[in-house]
T-cell receptor
């Protein structure tokens, strides 16, 4: 069984300030890690993912996340946020090796990022 | 190309009614997932299809929930005798890869309100 904990349900931050959205997971097996973003009245969009290799992954719009195996964390960071980053962010994991099963995602409860002008 | 589409976007049902929610995955995508997202929560897995085969339905909350994908493309999630606790956003996701690993593409969801 897996679980994902997003420690902050809401994060307000001023425009151009840095932000960190925290994500911790629990799993008895190796995992893939994802961050999804959900804008109002829209579906989930993949922001970035960790599958293997470098533990630091980046998105095209300036977000980055670092996989820390010892701390079982995958925190999301951005050095300078924009108004357009206002959205809900979900951390998710899936089994790396689920045998004949599927790689369904297990999500955290989400963090609402509000960027203040 | 077109993304995952879902219809209807909003559905209001009286308690006890049956509802059917449709998902059109990205063309050629083998894997299809259904998730349920309650208010203030993250999405939770319901069921998974590989082509037309339903390989995992462990997340369906009761036998009132039924999903099908008869031709390996469009999928329908049916809820019989709806209850208030069924009120949620139902998300569909598809993936090119057989198992859905690496990346899933989500539709906009259907918001179901049971009154």
């Amino acid at each position: 069984a897996q679980s994902v904990t997003q420690l902050d349900s809401q994060v307000p931050v001023f425009e151009e300030a840095p932000v960190e959205l925290r994500c911790n997971y629990s799993s008895s097996v190796s995992v893939y890690l994802f961050w999804y973003v959900q804008y109002p009245n829209q579906g989930l969009q993949l922001l970035l993912k960790y599958l293997s290799g470098s533990t630091l992954v980046e998105s095209i719009n300036g977000f980055e996340a670092e996989f820390n195996k010892s701390q079982t964390s995958f925190h999301l960071r951005k050095p300078s946020v924009h108004i357009s980053d206002t959205a809900e962010y979900f951390c998710a994991v899936s089994d790396r090796d689920s045998g004949a099963g599927s790689y369904q995602l297990t999500f955290g409860k989400g963090t609402k990022l509000s960027v203040i002008p | 190309g077109a993304g995952v589409s879902q219809s209807p976007r909003y559905k209001v049902a009286k308690r006890g009614q049956d509802v059917a929610l449709r998902c059109d995955p990205i063309s050629g995508h083998v894997s299809l997932f259904w998730y349920q997202q309650a208010l203030g929560q993250g999405p939770e897995f319901l069921t998974y299809f590989q082509n037309e085969a339903q390989l995992d339905k462990s997340g369906l909350p009761s036998d009132r929930f039924f999903a099908e994908r008869p031709e390996g493309s469009v999928s329908t999630l049916k809820i019989q005798r709806t209850q208030q606790e069924d009120s949620a956003v139902y998300l569909c996701a598809s993936s090119l890869v057989r198992t859905g690993r690496y990346e899933q593409y989500f539709g906009p969801g259907t918001r179901l309100t049971v009154t």
